[in-house]
Nanobody
Framework: QLQASGGGLVQAGGSLRLSCTAS????????MGWFRQAPGAEREFVAA????????YYGDSMEGRFTISRDSAKNTVYLQMNSLKPEDTAVYSCAADLDFTTRGGAVVAGGANYWGPGTQVTVSS
């Protein structure tokens, strides 16, 4: 299972760190990442990290503000979010074993094979 935590209410310009802890199995051999979905919007790719702490990828408007990392010993992946904006408000879900593709020359994740329940992030203006 994948369990996300760390969401909450923050003012614009603030920071949050999300955690996703895996239980029941190890995901160190899988890529892991984050997606988000705002009300009435489609699910959006946020960030991904290859297995064993390899390359990282980010969705549009996230790079430079968000940082994904993982601690394989703790079976945990993190998403550090800085300079948050109201448009970052969404339910953030972590996922494992991602389906990578390219869009506009950038590597992104279009989906995943394992999902956990999301955590709400609300950014007030």
């Amino acid at each position: 299972q994948l369990q996300a935590s760390g969401g909450g209410l923050v003012q614009a310009g603030g920071s949050l760190r999300l955690s996703c802890t895996a239980s029941g199995r190890t995901y160190s051999g899988y890529s892991m990442g984050w997606f988000r979905q705002a009300p009435g919007a489609e699910r959006e790719f946020v960030a991904a990290i290859r297995r064993r702490g390899g390359a990282t990828y980010y969705g549009d408007s996230m790079e430079g503000r968000f940082t994904i990392s993982r601690d394989s010993a703790k079976n945990t992946v993190y998403l550090q979010m800085n300079s948050l904006k109201p448009e970052d408000t969404a339910v953030y879900s972590c996922a494992a074993d991602l389906d990578f593709t390219t869009r506009g020359g950038a590597v992104v994740a279009g989906g995943a094979n394992y999902w956990g329940p999301g955590t709400q992030v609300t950014v007030s203006s």
